[in-house]
């Protein structure tokens, strides 16, 4: 894969502070993984009340980025699967945890779950390619 330009310009639809659309996710470290807490609102449902999947998946996705970022590795998603276990409602507290499972020279894998007080709403694995 030929190297991508990857800068922050505050952006981002997930995490970026300069985007008055966005979920404006903010992400600490804990341990070895990266945990955020996400409430949706209307404007991220699908059905009436229920979130939207993609949202989820964007949020699981961002959470395993920036597991990566946070060790200093750039990359991209190159696959991802997520797997619905129950809908997360509009208005709910939410919790989103990713840490990295396995390092490669080239491949990263990582996991993501995004919980609420009803357990365990999605889970998602990933492939990262590093950058360049």
Known sequence: MKRLSLSDDGH???????????????????????????VPGKTHQGFKDIVHGGIITTVLDEAMMKAVLGRGIEAVTAEITVRFRQPLHVGDRSVIEAE?????KRLIEATAKITAGSGIIAEAAAKLIRNG
């Open 12 to 38: 981002c639809f997930a995490c970026g502070s300069r985007n008055p659309d966005g979920l404006r996710l903010v992400f600490r470290r804990e341990g070895g993984r990266q945990v955020a807490e996400f």
């Open 100 to 104: 990295i499972i396995k390092t490669g």
